[in-house]
């Protein structure tokens, strides 16, 4: 009881900003995991190939990747509250034009913007939540951040995903006309189920037009002053293990969805349900990282619950049963991805304080940059294996090993970095002189 007493008690010292910005990314989160359970799907049922699939995949990252460098100056030049309403507008119209349109060329095209508005999106989360939280309730903001904008969205989403994919389907019957063409029914209920996601993406707005913040610190800064990085090392050193990362996770975590259409045949609404029983089990881990942090520290916990999540990965190569592929589905991806939180912060905690608007943005595009690579890659090694995905995941496998054996060197020495500089800083604050 005490332990829980505890944490309400660093919940209760948010700030109004900080609430407001959960609810935003509640909503947005949950239209958007409406659009990203189903995207493939509908797509893979328009018979487009795996390159094809890819290739969709691979620009709304792309878009992500161009955004980066531009996102550190409009992020120190404009608020959190406008930034977060043009995220909210575009990604709303490029879902809304990927269900009305049906073609390749549309679908890459928007899938672009979204990745832009995205991009921007990441960015700006991290500086916000370290400018709107004192020391003491911080790691809790990260951590509950993580847990709204993707679990617990992402449960909502999919269980929303499915239902509305299904119920759509079942209304229309024989088919329908959509905008002046026929549709089969399964093809209008993808489409509904998109335009749905678009709408609640755009009930963000309402909690975003309430944030109050003072003039963003860049404002009256040039250009150059806002790209200038005080501290390159510690940013390259914190972006190696996540470019590797990042390849690894391209080339299978946006098509897990695809993986269970082809290699166990199930339908859209069976899919959502283990996306929703994966995105439980992640909300409640993500709660769990502030007293993991506290008892094993930050590198710790972000290496240790990468190599746990390692077997879990080879099972789903394996593909024995459909009920050992969906328990390693949901343990790969709660123990890889709890430590993004922990990442995240840690990185914010390390950096020079005057780049910390730049770590968010290089921590993610370093991500970003190969995870993009990766997604062309992937179509053709699935391609290759006759639409299976054994070799993609071992592939995987293999990366995530090697960018484990790179966070082994990398981390714990910045660890070490941090907490002298956090010492120093102590003494500093009681007048006393560290001794060289």
Excluded at 227 to 256: D, Q
Aim: net charge positive.
């Amino acid at each position: 009881m005490n332990g829980l007493r505890n944490y309400l008690h660093h919940v209760g010292l948010f700030s109004r900003n900080i609430w407001l910005f959960l609810l935003a990314a509640l909503l947005m989160g949950v239209g958007r995991q409406v659009f990203q359970v189903l995207r493939n799907q509908y797509l893979n049922e328009l018979h487009l190939s795996g390159s094809e699939l890819t290739s969709v995949q691979g620009l709304n990252s792309l878009g992500t990747l161009v955004i980066a460098i531009p996102a550190i100056v409009i992020i120190g030049r404009r608020s959190a509250r406008s930034l977060l309403a043009v995220v909210a507008l575009v990604n709303a119209a490029a879902y809304a034009a990927q269900a009305i349109f049906g073609n390749l060329e549309i679908f890459r095209a928007s899938a672009f913007c979204a990745g832009l508005a995205m991009g921007l999106n990441v960015a700006l989360g991290a500086p916000f939540l370290l400018r709107n939280t004192s020391v003491a309730e911080r790691v809790f903001a990260f951590s509950i951040q993580s847990a709204v904008s993707w679990p617990l969205s992402g449960f909502v989403g999919s269980w929303l995903s499915g239902w509305l994919q299904s119920s759509a389907q079942a209304w229309a019957g024989n088919g329908v006309i959509f905008l002046g063409e026929s549709v089969a029914p399964n093809l209008f209920g993808y489409r509904f189920a998109l335009l749905a996601g678009a709408a609640i993406v755009l009930l963000g707005l309402i909690p975003v037009a309430f944030i109050r913040e003072g003039k963003p610190e860049g404002a009256g800064k040039s250009i150059k002053a806002l790209l200038t990085v005080h501290n390159k090392g510690r940013l390259l050193a914190l972006g190696i293990p996540e470019m590797i990362i990042g390849f690894g996770a391209g080339l299978t975590v946006p098509f897990f969805n695809v993986y269970f259409q082809n290699e166990w045949k199930l339908e859209p609404a069976e899919i959502a349900k283990v996306f929703s029983l994966m995105f439980i089990v992640l909300v409640f881990t993500y709660l769990l990282a502030p007293p993991l942090i506290k008892r094993f520290g930050p590198v710790k916990v972000i290496i240790f619950t990468q190599i746990l999540s390692l077997p879990f990965f080879v099972e789903l190569a394996l593909g024995n049963f459909l009920w050992a592929a969906i328990v390693a589905f949901i343990m790969r991806q709660t123990l890889m991805n709890l430590s993004d939180p922990v990442y995240r912060q840690f990185a914010q905690e390390v950096a020079d304080p005057r780049d910390r608007n730049s770590v968010a943005v290089v921590v993610h595009s370093s991500r970003q940059l190969f995870f993009v690579f990766a997604n062309f890659v992937s179509g053709y090694l699935i391609d290759m294996a006759g639409g299976r995905f054994t070799i993609v995941i071992v592939t995987t496998i293999v990366i995530y090993v090697a960018a484990i054996a790179t966070e082994l060197v990398i981390l714990p020495r910045l660890d070490r970095i941090r907490r002298s500089e956090n010492d120093k800083k102590l003494l500093d604050s009681v007048g006393v002189k560290s001794i060289a």
